[in-house]
């Protein structure tokens, strides 16, 4: 079962009426059960016609296209659509209908039970984080990061296996969509869809893909790869060009700051004295340290505050401005570090101090 | 007897008082004619509008026809029809009818052309089928832009039907009518002030129930 892929195409062709380029070119690609591709590539380059092709919103000229081993064309194209889960940049949600009843659109058309229904409508509520008041509300009267929420809940009312996304997130701000896209991670990480989601930004794809297909003008296939190989190795000319110049800032986004090396910083128990907390200092060439009481780490001082004679203990700690979790990733970890008087970024595990980042620890990641 | 009425007060309260069964009959039948006239458009016009959609082609044909039936003077079209249908009811509805079409088969046609690709887009994609896509979705986002032609296409009619009192029906048009030829206001103001206020109640109930079948048009909330 997981060795035979959940959607696959094969050698998939399209060409438009009236055009003599072809949209997709012979395009190959499986995607396994649980994975999630994103199709990534400039403007026009075929990735919405890839996607409706799976959904047969597109009919393909040549090849063939099949989701959990079935052909999509052995059923009629409706039957295959409630079965796919489907969200596209402008959602699309029903002005007139509302939010429960947007949600519960596929569950309807499969004629489910009424209680079965509303059941499934307050899962999802719940599941999609949204207020159970909006429930009776228009979709008017939602902002759009709402709107986007309730647009995935309704992709998900049917528990469809595949799930299709074209920009999801594209019509946010980018505040909102950094939040709905680590909700969509989250999400997946319980749900384990198969998902397909497009986008033009090459940070949601590295962000969001456990693969990541870069596609060219024409439909063409150029690197099928997980994030971090594309930007380790670029396939070629196009990819690398279109990864940008700060591929290396990109990769340390893919690194965890759980998996990077920590120093253990200049850090002295609350009893030390004015000496040893210099001496500390001074092995780090940093003119603060951080102090420890009854084993945290609650805070730093600045060397100077111990010019008047002052000990250690003597000193109200200042609190971290910015602390990492084990969860950021390096590319987080690079913005403290240089954004920090610091000049080094702390690292907590809840209240438990694990270690700091400084930009050689950063560095030392990518060049490695 | 002519004289005498003419001689008389320019509305004669007591006139109405000895009629008010008579003018409620007119009133009913005034309504009846309106109902079917607007009834029959809207299945005739539901129809042309499927074509239309269906077919996009066959749009410009259509409001060229429906077009020249509205604009044909309404004396007119009820004279030519006379040697067919005779002095009935049939000729005074096909008259009706055929003035409601070009506003109703518009208003339908622009009403299901305004729903946005998106929410088209995305009902085709979770599965819905043609058919179900017009009732269930097209159709009910269509409805303030339909109902804004009915309530115009109601309005029309109820002003038409009081000259069908010259092919002997008429609803309220036929105290008008009757009003003319005797000089006797009070039989005018009566046919004209009631056909009026039908046509305001009319409009309103129409706009009334429009707000109960759209909540959603009415709530903007945050955008
Ligand atoms: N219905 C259509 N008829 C003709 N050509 C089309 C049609 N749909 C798309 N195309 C063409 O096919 C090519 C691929 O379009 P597609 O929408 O798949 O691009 P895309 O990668 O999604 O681009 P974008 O990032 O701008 O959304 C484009 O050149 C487009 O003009
Ligand atoms: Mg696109």
């Known amino acids: 079962m997981s060795d035979s892929p959940m959607i696959r195409l094969d050698a998939v062709t399209k060409v438009f009426p009236g055009t003599d380029h072809p949209a997709v070119d012979r395009l190959t690609l499986e995607v396994a059960e649980g994975e999630v591709v994103v199709l990534v590539g400039p403007s026009g380059c075929g990735k919405t016609t890839t996607l409706k092709m799976i959904n047969r919103l597109i009919e393909p000229t040549s090849g063939t296209i099949t989701v959990a081993g079935a052909d999509v064309t052995a059923v009629p194209a409706p039957e295959l659509r409630r079965s796919i889960g489907y969200v596209i940049q402008q959602i699309g949600l029903f002005p007139h209908r509302t939010i429960a009843d947007n949600i519960a659109t596929v569950p309807r058309l499969l004629g489910w039970e009424r209680p079965r229904i509303e059941a499934r409508i307050d899962e999802l509520i719940d599941l999609a984080d949204l207020d159970p008041a909006m429930r009776d509300r228009y979709p008017s009267e939602l902002s759009g990061g709402q709107r986007q929420r309730v647009g995935v809940a309704r992709a998900l009312a049917a528990d469809p296996p595949v799930l299709l996304m074209d920009e999801p997130f594209g019509a946010v701000d980018p505040i909102v969509r950094a939040r709905l896209q680590d909700e969509l991670l989250d999400l997946q990480a319980r749900l384990r869809k198969t998902i397909v989601l497009v986008t033009h930004d090459v940070d949601e794809a590295i962000k969001l893909g456990d693969r990541v297909a870069i596609l060219n003008v024409g439909g063409v296939l150029e690197q099928y790869a997980p994030p971090a190989e594309i930007l380790r190795s670029p396939a070629d000319a196009f990819v690398e060009g279109f990864l940008g110049s700060d591929r290396g800032i990109k990769r340390l986004s893919l690194i965890a700051v759980r998996d990077a090396t920590l120093v253990e910083g200049p850090i002295v128990d609350a009893a030390a004295t004015a000496a040893e907390a210099g001496a500390a200092m001074a092995q780090h060439g940093l003119d603060w340290f951080g102090i420890r009481r009854g084993g945290l780490v609650v805070g730093w001082a600045a060397g100077s505050d111990l010019d008047g004679g002052a000990a250690p203990a003597d000193l109200e700690p200042r609190p971290f401005a910015t602390a990492l979790g084990p969860d950021d990733s390096l590319r987080d970890a690079l913005d403290a570090v240089i954004t920090s008087h610091s000049r080094v970024a702390p690292v907590f595990d809840g209240a438990r101090y694990l270690g700091m980042l400084t930009i050689e620890e950063i560095s030392r990641e990518i060049v490695q | ?223």
């Open chain 2, 1 to 223: 007897m002519i004289t005498a009425q003419a001689a008389g007060p320019f509305f004669r309260w007591d006139w109405v008082g000895r009629n008010l069964g008579a003018i409620w009959d007119r009133v009913v039948e005034h309504l009846t004619l309106t109902a079917i006239a607007i009834g029959i458009g809207l299945v005739i016009a539901m129809g042309l509008s499927l074509v239309a959609l269906r077919w996009r082609r066959t749009y410009a044909p259509i409001t060229w026809v429906t077009g020249i039936l509205y604009t044909i003077p309404s004396l007119a079209l009820f004279a030519l029809l006379v040697p067919f249908t005779g002095l009935s009811t049939l000729t005074a509805e096909i008259g009706l009818v055929s003035y409601t079409l070009l506003i109703l088969i518009r208003n339908i046609v622009a009403g299901i052309d305004g729903v946005s690709p998106e929410v088209r887009e995305a009902a085709v994609g979770m599965g819905y089928t043609r058919r179900r896509l017009f009732f269930e979705i097209e159709l009910p986002l269509a409805m303030p832009v339909i109902v804004a032609g009915i309530r115009i296409a109601a309005v029309t009619v109820i002003g038409l039907v009081t000259v069908t009192s010259i092919i002997g029906q008429g609803g309220l048009g036929f105290f008008i009518l009757r009003g003319l030829n005797s000089f006797f206001w009070t039989q005018i103001i009566v046919g004209v002030a009631l056909s009026v206020l039908l046509a305001v109640i009319i409009d309103l109930l129409l706009a009334g129930g429009e707000r109960a079948l759209t909540p959603w048009a009415r709530r903007r909330g945050a955008g």
